[in-house]
């Protein structure tokens, strides 16, 4: 099984859990452990709000006894980003720092965040720059092709983060005008690789299905799954089979199940019961798909509002045939 390295540090796999705003704290974290992930990601962590001391952004960061776990953080303004480093490092325990220059959504582009970045190039590299110095932890930019078609710079804005100090880079292979829209450009992250010698790690719409071909496009070092996992954590152990020339298993319906109540009850533990089971609705959707008559659970499913709720309308469907 193939493996890569940040900085010096080896990463079991080559397989790694995106960064998803609301979805990937403890919990799913460690759902995407449990099936083999080889490094895994925070939510997108505001380095204003650290800065500021917001109690609920403080508990976004990983703590301590988790496995390769990088903490992602975004901010629009140099000195604010800054700031926040020394926060982060003194109320958590992660392996890598991140910093998004990727998100597309417009509430960040309006704070001069996420892939507002990438329209900045000058600021850009001083902010890595100090970014590396002031980091105790290897820092990774994630970046996306350009902020438009008219303005695809991620030849110069990977040289650039390079040269700064930047000891990898995650790319996801579209514009921030695309958003999450149409093709993923996996030949402009290949030729991204060419041109750098840090890890390059391929983001965007990677599958089961396509992981031979992006690998054979990019030549990329590791490779980011996203909204692939969300509810569906083996597709990491999926991944590392394939690789390996092992069969696929299929799971059963009692896995399924078990894994979203396994989710749920971290959930619980994370953020309490009420919140968490909040939280599950979007999520146990994902889980069950591909279960036989799953409509009418689901209808119940998204309403419940207690885990007993959920463990009586999921030892239903369990026992339905």
């Known amino acids: 099984m193939k493996k890569f390295s940040i900085a010096g540090k080896e990463i079991k796999n080559i397989y790694v859990q995106a960064p998803l705003a609301g979805y990937t704290s403890f919990a799913m974290r460690e759902m995407a452990r449990k099936y083999g992930a080889g490094l895994v990601y925070s939510e997108m962590t505001s380095s204003t709000a650290l800065v500021y001391g917001n109690e609920k952004t403080l508990k976004m960061i990983p ?79 994630k970046i996306r092709l350009g902020f438009n078609n008219d303005e695809r710079n991620y030849l110069h804005i990977a040289k650039l983060l390079e040269n700064a100090g930047v000891q990898a880079i995650a790319v996801h292979g579209r514009t921030r005008a695309e958003g999450f829209r149409g093709d993923v450009d996996y030949r402009a992250i290949g030729e991204i690789k060419k041109e750098i010698s840090i890890p390059v790690i391929a983001n965007g719409n990677i599958s089961l299905d396509n992981i031979d071909e992006v690998a054979k496009i990019t030549k990329a070092d590791a490779f980011m799954i996203g909204r692939g996992s969300i509810g569906n954590p083996k597709i990491f152990e999926d991944l590392e089979n394939h690789e390996c020339g092992r069969e696929i298993r299929k799971m059963t319906k009692d896995e399924l199940i078990g894994d979203a109540v396994q989710h749920l009850n971290l959930l619980i533990e994370e953020f309490g019961e009420s919140i968490a089971c909040r939280l599950m609705r979007s999520l146990i959707p994902f889980y069950l798909k591909g279960i036989n008559n799953i409509k009418p659970y689901k209808i119940e499913l998204v309403r419940a509002c207690t885990r007993n709720e959920y463990l009586e309308i999921l030892e239903r469907l369990k026992k339905d045939n």
């Open 63 to 141: 703590q301590s006894g988790e496995e390769s776990v990088a903490l992602q953080i975004f901010g629009g303004e140099k000195d604010i980003v800054l700031k926040s480093i020394p926060i982060a490092e003194a109320n958590g325990e992660y392996d890598f720092l991140d910093f998004n220059c990727g998100c597309p959504v417009k509430k960040v582009i309006k704070q001069r965040a996420g892939s507002a970045w990438l329209q900045r190039e000058e600021e850009l590299y001083d902010l890595a720059r100090e970014m590396v110095k002031v980091s105790t932890k290897p820092v990774i930019f």
